[in-house]
């Protein structure tokens, strides 16, 4: 089994900061990829971020350099740094991970629960 479990949501005003963590724990040889994507209602899931076991990241255009991710491949964690916050960036942002839990498997994506995140005067 295979968990990823995310903490740090809640609510923030229009211009506040907010740290999301990702802890993956279970039976996994080698994570290639973790990050975040976020979903609201009627809309698909989008990418937020992702890093790299190498470092090599990758975010979404509407993050336009107010967001950081960074990652403990030693922990199997990951972390995003969320500033300059907006109303519009409220959604459901869920933890991802792309790992191998065997040397003879092959990767599969994994995905956490959830955690909400509120931008609101």
């Known amino acids: 089994q295979v968990q990823l479990v995310e903490s740090g949501g809640g609510l923030v005003q229009p211009g506040g900061s907010l740290r999301l963590s990702c802890a993956a724990s279970g039976s996994i040889l080698t994570i290639w990829s973790m990050g975040w994507y976020r979903q609201v209602p009627g809309k698909q899931r989008e990418l937020v971020a992702t890093?790299?076991?190498?470092?090599?990241?990758n975010y979404g255009e509407f993050v336009k350099g107010r967001f950081t991710i960074s990652r403990d491949n030693a922990k199997n964690t990951a972390s995003l740094q969320m500033d300059s916050l907006k109303v519009e960036d409220t959604a459901v942002y869920y933890c991802?991970?792309?790992?191998?839990?065997?040397?003879?498997?092959?990767?599969?994506?994994?995905w956490g629960q959830g955690t909400r995140v509120t931008v609101s005067s």
């Open positions: 890093i790299t076991s190498g470092g090599s990241t």
């Open positions: 991802y991970a792309n790992l191998r839990r065997q040397f003879w498997d092959i990767f599969h994506d994994y």
